[in-house]
């Protein structure tokens, strides 16, 4: 329908089969009120029309995965505003998860290489790389809080500062400091259940223990939660539903 040319071009009109199609498939989308969905779906087109699909591994871009991808990136910035994403315009897709060669020098000048399997990927300045499996997953897998989509383009927002430490840009080093009063002490304790539930087999915590190996990733990662499946995060993390809600509900 689209054509996904790689070019930039006009926000396309989304059609009504097109859009209720997607609600359906993600329901952490469909629940919310009908002016937020009304523009969501303004903005999903807007992003549509600013940023450029390309596929990977033989993916071909329909408009199914394209408005999949750009109903759940738009849900961070709502009410902020898709200017918070201008620092990018690619997004590529690949089918399933990406096997990356990985290569570290340590302070004794030792060379390490390693394979990384990555779900995503979100670079400063650069790209979001997203793979269509766990994009397509996203409305069963809410239950759990993971959303790989919204997970990387946290992770955008909080590069917008060129520094990716679980703290978006703030209006003052006041601010900052506010922030990271809440989610650093946070951040430790959930390192630190994670961290007993595998040294004696005990039960992991419910968010995705990948937030235990970074404060940005336990950034990313408790987001993702916030956004699709609000009512769990905000029994396992009352703290962090007030403290994004002053973020991420402020008006543009």
């Not at 397509?136 to 989509?149: D, P, S, W």
């Not at 006041?174 to 989610?183: D, G, K, N, T």
Request: proline share 6%; net charge negative; glycine share 8%.
């Amino acid at each position: 329908m689209w054509g996904w040319l790689r070019r930039r071009r006009p926000a396309p009109e989304l059609p009504d089969a097109l859009w209720r199609a997607t609600l359906a498939r993600y329901p952490f989308l469909a629940l919310r009120p009908e002016p937020q969905l009304a523009k969501l779906r303004a903005m999903a087109a807007e992003f549509l029309g600013s940023k450029e699909f390309h596929g990977a591994g033989g993916l071909v871009i329909t408009d199914e995965i394209a408005l999949a991808i750009a109903a759940q990136a738009v849900l961070p910035v709502l009410h902020l505003g898709l200017d918070w994403y201008d620092d990018f315009v690619g997004i590529v897709v690949h089918p399933d998860e990406v096997v990356a060669k990985r290569t570290t020098v340590d302070e004794t000048g030792i060379v390490h290489d390693w394979d990384e399997v990555l779900a995503g990927e979100a670079m400063e300045g650069g790209p979001v790389m997203l793979n269509w499996q766990d994009v397509a997953q996203a409305g069963a897998t809410a239950e759990t809080g993971f959303n790989v989509v919204i997970h990387e383009f946290v992770h955008k927002i909080d590069l917008r500062d060129g520094v990716p430490d679980g703290c978006p840009p703030l209006p003052s080093r006041a601010a900052r400091q506010r922030w990271l009063a809440v989610l650093q002490p946070q951040f430790e304790r959930f390192r630190e259940q994670v961290t007993i539930a595998e040294r004696f087999s005990g039960e992991m915590p419910w968010l995705d223990d990948y937030g235990a190996t970074a404060i940005d990733e336990f950034f990313a990662v408790a987001c993702e939660a916030y956004f699709v499946n609000r009512e769990r995060f905000t029994q396992e993390f009352p703290e962090l539903t007030e403290l994004f809600d002053g973020f991420y509900l402020r008006a543009s």
